[in-house]
């Protein structure tokens, strides 16, 4: 969903951010192991990295709310899980396999995990870019019901395009399994006042990074 | 652990009812085939030992050093912080951005926690809190004062909100009194939060003063 509690900036009320010293990588050890099962099940290709944070953001917004970040992790996984037909209802209720897996294409093994590579989401261009450093865009208004990487404070907001990053897997359709649809990618930035109106300060300036479809020539 | 973590309840349930799903989770995808143990005691070593805020202090002490070194960070990061850590951060299209006394840059993700792991781990719990990511693209003074820092009169401030695969390095201003300093010593000032604009890199006096603890 794109109009859901995840897109948070410029939302009141969350109160001070308060930082703990010396925190530890993990708080608790399920913590690493969401983590890990999260890694390891993202590499069997079944789903992309859009369609997972897709199904965070689908969780109802007060259980967003009152998980913490590996809770939400976990909740988003089992849904996955269970989605891609991957593990029943049946064998989370009884917390142990009840029937064979399915055959995986890819599966993360350990020489894999020693390897630590992070995935590439560069891809060939379609065709040439819109736009070029400089050039004043308007982001659209646009409001789907599905996944999108467009934050609601950015929305209809005059910018200008600073770089361009080149073609990148466009989330939104990624995200519903709509394949990769590559996009141009650039870094859009917007004045405080055009995003936060007249009483804003000066001295700040906000930028996004805008797939293509997102923008219009302004 | 912060006050405004909804997972620091005293009763402890939700500690012991998550340690059971995911100890219950993990079982069915083992015995399913899906996932080796192994690999995810691998994938756990990884961000606890390997990657961390080490390796972004490297990254940022070479570039005060090393002119050369500073503008092919500042052109393509990925390919210059290759060329520094123990490992290839393939895929990882990393943008490092340069404080100056004009300009202080500030990294968040309001829609998630996209954060640059090749260079500074996983983050923090404060950076993908609700207080972290609602408030720094509307107020990012007041969210720098939470962290006790106020800049020169007349800074601007630039926010990297990392709404696609971007993930961005933020390159702090070296601290004065540090001339002639080894790479090694200057690593030694970058804080994790220097890097991504939440902080300052330490002054000589004040890493005296936490070393002499």
Redesign the interface.
């Known amino acids: 969903m794109t109009n859901s509690i995840?897109?948070?900036?410029?939302?009141?009320g969350?109160?001070?951010?308060?930082?703990?010293p010396n925190?530890p990588?993990?708080?608790?050890?399920?913590e690493?192991?969401?983590?890990?099962?999260q890694?390891?099940?993202g590499a069997?290709g079944l789903w992309t990295?859009d369609g997972g944070?897709a199904s965070?953001e689908n969780l109802p917004p007060l259980a967003y709310?009152?998980?913490?970040?590996y809770?939400r992790w976990?909740l988003g996984?089992?849904r996955r899980?269970v989605a891609h037909g991957?593990?029943g209802e049946d064998?989370?209720a009884a917390?142990?396999?009840l029937?064979?897996?399915?055959r995986?294409n890819r599966?993360?093994?350990?020489d894999?995990?020693?390897a630590?590579?992070?995935?590439?989401?560069?891809r060939p261009s379609p065709g040439p870019a819109r736009f070029k450093p400089g050039d004043p865009v308007r982001t659209k208004n646009l409001h789907p019901a599905t996944h999108t990487?467009?934050?609601r404070?950015?929305r209809g907001k005059l910018g200008t395009i600073e770089a361009v990053?080149?073609c990148?897997?466009f989330?939104d359709t990624a995200a519903v399994g709509a394949g990769e649809n590559p996009q141009w990618?650039y870094?859009v930035?917007f004045t405080g006042r055009e995003?936060?109106g007249e009483e804003?300060?000066p001295?700040?300036?906000?930028?996004?990074?805008?797939?293509e479809p997102y923008l219009v020539p302004a | 652990m912060p006050a405004n973590d909804p997972h620091t309840h005293d009763h402890g349930s939700e500690l012991s009812e998550m340690q059971l799903r995911v100890k219950a989770l993990e079982t069915i995808l083992t015995e399913k085939g899906y996932v080796e143990p192994a690999a995810l005691d691998q994938i756990i070593e990884n961000v606890e030992t390997r990657i961390g805020p080490h390796i972004g202090a490297r990254v940022v002490a070479r570039a005060w050093v090393d002119p050369e070194f500073k503008r092919r960070l500042l052109t393509d990061a990925t390919e210059a912080v290759n060329s520094v850590a123990e490992f290839d951060p393939v895929g990882a299209h990393l943008i490092a951005v340069e404080n100056t006394p004009q300009t202080h840059n500030v990294v968040v993700c309001t829609l998630c926690s996209c954060y640059p792991w090749p260079v500074l781990g996983l983050p923090p719990v404060w950076y993908k809190s609700a207080p972290y990511r609602s408030r720094t693209v509307i107020d990012p003074k007041g969210v720098l004062a939470d962290f006790g820092v106020s800049l020169p009169p007349g800074t601007d401030i630039r926010i990297w909100d990392s709404t696609a695969e971007t993930r961005f390095l933020v390159v702090p201003i070296r601290p004065d009194g540090t001339e002639g300093w080894s790479e090694e010593a200057l690593a030694a000032l970058v804080t994790r939060d220097s890097m991504v604009g939440t902080g300052l890199a330490k002054s000589p006096e004040e890493h005296g003063t936490e070393a002499a603890r």
Do not use: C, Q
């Open positions: 995840h897109d948070m900036g410029g939302t009141h969350f109160g001070p951010v308060e930082s703990e925190e990588v993990f708080h608790e050890d399920w690493g192991r969401v983590y890990a099962l890694r390891a099940m069997t990295i944070r965070l709310l009152a998980s913490s970040y809770r976990f996984l089992e899980v991957l593990v064998e989370l917390g142990r396999a029937r064979p897996g399915m995986l599966k993360m093994t350990l894999d995990a020693k630590m590579s992070f995935a590439n989401f560069d990487r467009l934050p404070y950015a990053r080149g990148h897997v989330p990618l870094n930035v995003l936060w804003a300060d001295a700040i300036k906000v930028s996004i990074e805008a797939f």
